[in-house]
């Protein structure tokens, strides 16, 4: 949940060095906690790529 409030919060303010590193700590969250970030990575890269 404080991830993906996070992302929001990256998307809407358009920052692209919070984006690029939630990008990075999504994988480090999937590998200590049992939960799945795909969709929440591929929203921020579609972001990041517009």
Do not use: H, K, M, N
């Not at 939630?22 to 969709?39: F, G, R």
Request: net charge negative.
């Amino acid at each position: 949940e404080r991830f993906v409030a996070a992302a929001d919060e990256a998307v809407t303010e358009g920052d692209a060095a919070r984006l690029r590193t939630l990008l990075d700590v999504s994988y480090d969250i999937e590998a200590w906690a049992p939960v799945d970030l795909a969709d929440e990575r591929t929203r921020l890269e579609d972001v990041l790529e517009e």
